[in-house]
């Protein structure tokens, strides 16, 4: 497992994922943004009045309930607001960061 810095254009939450998704965070992002929230029938709920509404708290049940259920991402803590990469704490320096 891998952390990951997780955000909405809010403060940033941090995130113990399976290594795949450490490793390939912006593609399984993008995978949910672009494909899964648009197309699968699972994500109906999301698609409300012509928008698709979502946080990275989805993108986490994403990740749990179709992509990894036997390695479930878990939430860990949240940061406070980040005004640059200096103010990321120094265990979490280096981890992959993808704001929603």
Do not use: Q
């Not at 993008?30 to 648009?38: G, P």
């Not at 009045?49 to 259920?69: M, V």
Request: one cysteine or more; glycine letters at 4%.
């Amino acid at each position: 497992m891998k952390y990951v810095l997780l955000s909405a254009d809010n403060s940033p939450s941090v995130y113990s994922v399976p290594n795949e998704v450490g490793d390939n965070l912006r593609k399984y992002c993008v995978d949910f943004c672009e494909e899964w929230l648009h197309e699968s029938p699972h994500a109906k709920k999301y698609r409300i009045g012509g928008a698709i509404r979502y946080d990275e708290k989805d993108f986490i049940i994403y990740l749990n309930k179709w992509i990894f259920p036997n390695m479930p991402s878990i939430f860990i803590e949240t940061l406070e607001w980040i005004d640059s990469n200096e103010d990321i704490p120094e265990k979490y320096k280096g981890c992959e960061w993808f704001n929603f």
